[in-house]
């Protein structure tokens, strides 16, 4: 499977990439770069709790990761001036691993659930209770002598961020006051962010320069920072004091992200297509197999962003390239390529 460490263009973060993120991170709504509307409705939200003196709705955040769930979810606590408490769905899996989390919370506390489709379906079933009315049943005992033990919580805002919003069983979606879906960045907006990053890094960077690095950046600001810093490396070791376009590309280049912001993994598995199955279409786990990937990493990690820009096609028989794809490797497609036209009805596999 593909590792993170080895694509500037993913998504995930580890440890030492997540400090630095958080250096770069807003810390209020007027700060937060882009998703005008969501940012407008929450900023209603929150204005209305603290009129009323209470604790603000909870709040589900859904989107494609990267596009700042996490930071909207620690500026909602700094804008309530509350504290916040972090966790993730995967980290519970039984009911009383939530169980002692929620009764060790504050009054007006903000708790973050990342991932939240992936908790567990006991958990959520406790979670219910908990958003609506502020309590929880500890089950003490087992069998026949089990006794259910209520215990009240002070009022909190859930913060859920998930990005498969499908995958959220109807009663937990409609217990959030506001539910807010993150859109991708246009690369104006990617400017905007770049600009404020290399100012906190003290970077000096053309206009030109943060032209070339937003327009390889996915639409994704996590993308575009991980970018900017890969770019000021280069820069370092080359002795570059002023960041020009020119020196933007050779060291975007230089780490195999192209002008549209494909990796080495986008383009084998465009060039697989075309050249070894002529197109299309091809099944998954075929097309997997002849990049040297797992299945789920080029479904997940190189297909959803090539399907996205028009590069590759999901049909009923498989992927296909589109014309796009064979443009931008320079390939000549042949008369009998399949490629429009078709609908789309999932993992043909």
């Known amino acids: 499977m593909a590792d993170d460490d080895e694509r500037v263009t993913a998504s995930g973060s580890e440890p030492e990439e997540r400090a630095i993120e958080a250096a770069l991170r807003p810390k209020n709504l007027h700060d937060f770069v882009g998703q005008q509307r969501v940012r407008g409705q929450l900023s209603l939200v929150l204005e209305a709790a603290r009129i ?60 973050f659930l990342d991932e939240i489709h992936r908790m567990s379906r006991p958990a959520e079933e406790m979670l219910y209770m908990a958003m609506e009315d502020f309590r929880v049943d500890i089950v003490v005992g087992k069998g026949a002598g089990a006794t259910a033990i209520p215990l009240a919580l002070p009022p909190f ?15 937990l979606r409609d217990r959030f006051g506001f539910t807010g879906h993150l859109e991708f960045y246009s690369t104006d907006e990617l400017e905007l962010v770049l600009r404020r990053s290399a100012m906190l890094m003290d970077m000096r960077v053309s206009s030109a320069a943060f032209a070339e690095i937003a327009s390889r950046s996915r639409g994704t600001p996590r993308i575009s920072n991980r970018l900017l810093r890969r770019v000021r490396d280069w ?27 494909l990796d080495r993994l986008d383009r084998s598995v465009l060039h697989a297509l075309c050249t070894k199955f002529g197109g299309g279409p091809v099944g998954l786990s075929t097309l997997a197999i002849a990049v040297g990937e797992e299945t789920e990493t080029v479904e997940t990690v190189a297909e959803p962003f090539l399907v996205r820009e028009g590069l590759l096609g999901r049909t009923p028989r498989g992927r296909i390239a ?13 008369a009998d390529a399949i490629f429009a036209g078709l609908p789309s009805s999932g993992d043909p596999d």
């Open 157 to 171: 805002t859930l913060v859920g961020a998930t990005t498969r919003a499908g995958l959220l069983p109807g009663p």
């Open 52 to 111: 009323r003196e209470r604790t603000a709705d909870h709040v589900l955040l859904s989107g494609p990761p990267g596009l700042g769930k996490t930071t909207l979810a620690m500026i909602i606590a700094g804008e309530m001036n509350a504290p916040l408490r972090i966790s993730s769905g995967p980290a519970i899996q039984h009911a009383g691993d939530l169980a002692a989390i929620l009764s060790s919370l504050t009054e007006g506390e903000v708790l």
């Open 235 to 261: 820069a370092l070791v080359h002795g570059t004091e002023q960041i020009d376009a020119r020196a933007a590309s050779a060291a975007l280049d230089m780490y195999e992200v192209d002008a549209r912001g």
């Open 322 to 334: 589109m014309p796009a794809a064979w443009e931008h490797l320079g390939l000549a497609m042949p």
